[in-house]
């Protein structure tokens, strides 16, 4: 018997040729097979798309989560400070005024202070600044005096006794942001 001998050919894969080019198990693919086709970059556009319009909702309704969020800590801020204002005048250390039932008589008072009754020179301040309501972009609040009914969107004047929204829009949740 005969032993075959080995081929001097090599049996290694052509990687060009002038017609296309060889795969590494030897097949060719011509010039206009490689890449993507039309139908395959019409796919993917589609999908991109349809991605697209499912986060727009999502990202607006997550801005909104965050002015409600804001609007929420600002009104807290004020009613605190209202409060605070509130106790001091309980306890005597700011001067009463006739009519206000120990409440400030208006959001301004509340960033510029007021002097404390048996300290010289010494103002008490409750706020740094009136907050923006994150809903209308202004620093302007609807204000309720503790005469005014608890429904009532109109102020008295007499005093501030609640803040809230001027906004007409509704919340995620459905109620109105100035019964907030």
Known sequence: MSTRQPSAVSRQPKT????????????CLAAHEVGFTVVELAVVA???????????????????RQDEIELRYQLRLMRD??????QYSDLGLIPPQLGSEGYPPDLKTLVEGVTLVG?????????????TDPMTKKAEWGMRSFQDEPDTFAWGGQNVYDVFSLSEARGIDGTYYKDW
């Open 16 to 27: 060009t040729s002038q017609s296309g080019s060889f795969t590494a198990h030897g097949s």
């Open 46 to 64: 589609a999908m991109v798309a349809i991605l697209t319009t499912m986060i727009v909702p999502l990202a607006r309704y997550s801005a909104r």
């Open 119 to 131: 300290q010289l020179d010494k103002k008490q301040k409750f706020l740094r600044r009136i907050p």
């Open 81 to 86: 400070a209202i409060d605070k204002y509130k």
